[in-house]
């Protein structure tokens, strides 16, 4: 069994979407496949601007019905779970990238750099300029071509013996 998301009513409940089986596939109830499929839904599309009404469309249940089954699985609001996502990406992108913070907050799906920037103080404990600065800088993180890895790498104008010394 996969540990758990937080919140539910423990395990063994129809709505116990922590009870997965080893090969990925939800307990028997139909609810909690489709509660699954919209959190997937958020995690793969958390850049696009969706509302609990597309993931609720996505589960095939009412806006409301959904929230409070969404909560009652995962222990989040679905709009907090896509938030608590878009920040996760941030401060990911934040680390990584030398990209600005509204061009960062444009790509992790949110519209306001005011509100990204009061959110993420407040989660993270500090600004995202102040996360950035405490990170190692982005170079550190930079993948190297292939090609210079083989040409930088590769000893040049020397020749080994067959028992791989120098010759």
């Known amino acids: 069994?996969?540990?758990r998301r937080g919140g539910g009513r423990g395990p063994g409940?129809?709505?116990?979407?922590?009870?997965?089986c080893h090969?990925?596939?939800?307990?028997?109830h139909p609810t909690a496949r489709h509660l699954v499929r919209a959190r997937d839904l958020a995690d793969a599309r958390f850049a696009e601007p969706l509302t609990v009404a597309d993931l609720a469309r996505a589960a095939g249940l009412?806006?409301?019905h959904f929230?409070?089954?969404?909560r009652r699985a995962f222990g989040l609001?679905?709009?907090v779970y896509l938030l608590t996502r878009r920040l996760e990406r941030a401060a990911?992108?934040?680390?990584?990238?030398?990209?600005?913070?509204?061009?960062i907050c444009v790509a992790v799906g949110l519209s306001s750099v005011g509100s990204f920037t009061t959110t993420f103080t407040r989660v993270y404990g500090q600004s995202p300029t102040a996360y950035r600065?405490?990170?190692?800088?982005?170079?550190a993180y930079a993948v190297v071509p292939a090609c210079v890895t083989r040409f930088h790498g590769r000893p040049q104008n020397r020749t080994f013996r067959e028992d791989g010394a120098p010759a």
């Open 62 to 64: 009412s806006p409301a």
């Open 133 to 139: 600065a405490a990170a190692p800088p982005a170079s």
């Open 77 to 79: 609001s679905p709009h």
């Open 13 to 20: 409940h129809p709505y116990d979407v922590g009870s997965v």
């Open 67 to 70: 929230s409070r089954e969404f």
């Open 92 to 103: 990911s992108m934040l680390r990584r990238t030398d990209r600005t913070v509204a061009d």
């Open 23 to 28: 090969d990925g596939a939800v307990a028997s």
């Open 1 to 3: 069994m996969l540990p």
